[in-house]
């Protein structure tokens, strides 16, 4: 089946400092890959949609400076968190869909990602 | 409104009980539907899909009222393991057909 890997795991940085975290399709090429972000116990909120070769769809009230997003590749996208503060701590997970339809043929999830800043 | 609400519970139930989990969506655009099971701390696992017909798969039961919006799952049989949160999960007719998630429903099944 379709598998995304998602790294790195976890992370923990300074305050000030940006991290990259990558998502990545290893078996189809994610036309579409959406990123998702869960504070505790709350639900996955999407953050935004990246499509290959265009620029990403962020949702309302998701600063698009500070969480950069780059689907460069049909096998790779990355979400930059800028000058990341400890607001921003949170769990973070990508997910990447093959062509397009409505089905959920391709809604697969990387493992997430715990970014804890400090 | 949110796009998709639950009831974010928690249930307690004991082992071998039936427990319903309900979900209501706001668009009427929206095409697919889904319930997800997720594990503390882990990524959301597709538990099925839902139909309009109706499917099930084993112990669990999906329903889908397109006319009132909402959609429904049923565990039978509750099981230790089943213990989890329970996401309801619609697609949206926008760019990218993207994948809107509920808060989700704590299940805790005891012994």
């Known amino acids: 089946g379709a598998v995304v890997s998602q790294h790195p795991s976890r992370v923990i940085c300074k305050s000030g400092t940006s991290v990259k975290i990558e998502c990545r399709s290893l078996?189809?090429?994610?036309?579409?890959m959406f990123w998702y972000r869960q504070f505790p116990k709350q639900s996955l909120m999407l953050m935004a949609t990246s499509n290959e070769g265009s620029k990403a769809t962020y949702e309302q009230g998701v600063e698009k400076d500070k969480f950069l997003i780059n689907h460069a590749s049909l096998t790779l996208s990355t979400l930059t968190v800028t000058s990341a503060h400890p607001e921003d701590s949170s769990f973070y997970i990508c997910?990447?869909?093959?062509?397009?339809?409505?089905?959920?043929?391709?809604?697969?999830f990387g493992s997430g990602t715990r970014l804890t800043v400090v | 409104r949110k796009e998709v609400e639950q009831d974010p519970g928690p249930f307690n139930v004991p082992e071998g009980a039936t427990v319903a989990f309900n979900c209501t969506y706001s668009n009427s655009a929206s095409q697919s539907f889904f319930w997800y099971r997720q594990d503390c701390r882990k990524e959301p696992k597709l538990l099925m899909s839902v139909y309009s017909s109706g499917n099930e798969d084993g112990r669990f039961t999906a329903q889908l009222n397109r006319a009132s919006q909402y959609i429904s799952l049923l565990i039978r049989d509750s099981k230790l393991s089943d213990s989890a949160t329970y996401l309801c999960?619609?697609?949206?007719?926008?760019?990218?057909?993207?994948?809107?998630f509920g808060a989700g429903t704590i299940l805790r099944v005891k012994s």
């Open positions: 997910s990447a869909r093959a062509g397009q339809g409505g089905s959920n043929y391709g809604y697969t």
């Open positions: 999960a619609v697609t949206l007719m926008e760019y990218g057909n993207k994948l809107v």
């Open positions: 078996d189809f090429q994610a036309t579409t």
